[in-house]
């Protein structure tokens, strides 16, 4: 096996796809093995004490009458009963992290990526155990991990060696999807972060789904980032490369502690 990191991770994941059954096992335990190993580095775990926070009612938490007075006069003086969104609520936000995954499994993907992916997921398991979301999308997105789903990273390390590309990409779908994961989260901060080249081959535009996120983080090839650039710059979302599946944990430890 090569003796770069990089290659020899690619070259293991490749070997997930054998056709021989007992190789390809024995390739996909040690694949999960070095990619949990190598996670751990650096990764660290959010802990802090939760604070109340103002929120949309519709977004759930105990009804706040004190910021809610003014719509529920405005309705009562209309004969109206007031919609949940024009009122506010109140509940306990974790200062910690919530964090969607997205996992670009369109034609594009190939053995370095799927590599990527899942060392990613792996890392992002570490730091955000407790509100933490995979959804791997190509024309359509599915939900992997739902966002307070427990689940060993063992385990999802191995669904995501499982997967395999094919298809269109379809970014409007995987953005709207993380959205819908992370309206429920607890903690303050809400961070999508998306593995992909970014190269939109539906006829949606991924843009306007793009910038309603909290968030945006973008991990994509180094050789292969140009459009991932040009939606961040149209979004205010952030970019880093990867030259390697290697470098997955350090260029998500450089955009989750920035």
Known sequence: MSSDPGQALEMLVDLTRATD?????????LAGTILLERSRVGAARSRGTSRLRLR???????LDVDASMEALVE?????LVPHLEDLQAVDWAQPGIALCLLVDTSGSMTGGRLAAAALTAAACSWRAPEEFAVVSFDRTARVIRGLHQPQPPELLVDQLLGLRGHGVTGLSSAMR??????VAARSSRRLTVLISDCRATDDQDPVPAAAALDELLILAPTDDADDA?????ATGARVETMASAADAPAALGRLLDP
Do not use: C, N, P, Y
């Open 21 to 29: 059954e007992t190789l390809r096992e024995k390739a996909r335990r």
């Open 56 to 62: 949309s009612a519709d977004r759930g938490g105990d």
């Open 75 to 79: 309705a009562h003086g209309a004969g």
């Open 177 to 182: 999807s993380a959205a819908d994961q992370l």
């Open 229 to 233: 650039f040009a939606l961040a710059a």
